[in-house]
């Protein structure tokens, strides 16, 4: 059975940093594309950051990811955070080749870590 759990989100000022970790269990994180999704109160759920074997794709400036295959878990890390950044963050993580940056390509998803940013 495949497993994705976010943790790390919280209320932050806004131009705080939050790190967000996703750990995985039932599959082998580098033999998959792992992407960070997030989704505003009334917005459909928009692609953020990837990486994939090839390094990092989709990089937005504010936002990296990371991996950590020894712990088979996938990181965010968000600096300068804005208002507009608030949302709840997903995980995902598909096998293989397919668009990278759309959610219906990705299978495995955690239920969502809540990102809160106070002006």
């Known amino acids: 059975q495949v497993q994705l759990v976010e943790s790390g989100g919280r209320l932050v000022q806004a131009g705080g940093s939050l790190r967000l970790s996703c750990a995985v269990s039932?599959?082998?994180?580098?033999?998959?594309?792992m992407a960070w999704f997030r989704q505003a109160p009334g917005r459909e759920r928009e692609f953020v950051v990837g990486?994939?074997?090839g390094g990092s794709f989709g990089v937005q400036g504010r936002f990296t990811i990371s991996r950590d295959n020894a712990r088979n878990s996938v990181y965010l890390q968000m600096n300068n955070l804005k208002p507009e950044d608030t949302a709840v963050y997903y995980c995902?993580?598909?096998?293989?080749?397919?668009?990278?940056?759309?959610?219906?390509?990705?299978?495995?998803w955690g239920q969502g870590t809540q990102v809160a940013v106070s002006s």
């Open positions: 990486i994939n074997s």
């Open positions: 995902a993580a598909a096998s293989g080749l397919g668009h990278m940056m759309t959610k219906s390509s990705y299978p495995y």
């Open positions: 039932g599959i082998v994180i580098d033999r998959y594309r």
